[in-house]
């Protein structure tokens, strides 16, 4: 059974920094294409970021620069370190896992960027 559990998220000002953490069991964070998605109210959900199992990393243009994706192979766990962060990155950010063409969520984690 594959589970992903985000934390990090919360309230931030204008400018901070946030690390949100996704904790994988059931489907290897090395073997697999990773991501963070995120949903704004009101908003589709959209892609933020992606790791691919060798390491490859893909950002949408409105976060590169900002936000940084990594992996710890040893704790199964996917990041997104968050830096410059601004209002329009308000939204709950998902992990998300493919294996064998079948794509894994997270429950989400909210993060709001008060100015």
């Known amino acids: 059974q594959v589970q992903l559990v985000e934390s990090g998220g919360g309230l931030v000002q204008t400018g901070g920094s946030l690390r949100l953490s996704c904790a994988a069991s059931g489907i290897s964070v090395s073997a697999n294409g990773m991501g963070w998605h995120r949903q704004a109210p009101g908003k589709q959900r959209e892609l933020v970021a992606t790791?691919?199992?060798?390491?490859?990393?893909n950002y949408a243009d409105s976060v590169k620069g900002r936000f940084t994706i990594s992996r710890d192979d040893a704790k199964n766990t996917v990041y997104l370190q968050m830096n410059s962060l601004k209002s329009e990155d308000t939204a709950v950010y998902y992990c998300?896992?493919?294996?064998?063409?079948?794509?894994?969520w997270g429950q989400g984690t909210q993060v709001t960027v008060s100015s």
């Open positions: 998300a896992g493919e294996r064998l063409g079948r794509v894994y």
């Open positions: 790791i691919s199992w060798r390491g490859y990393t």
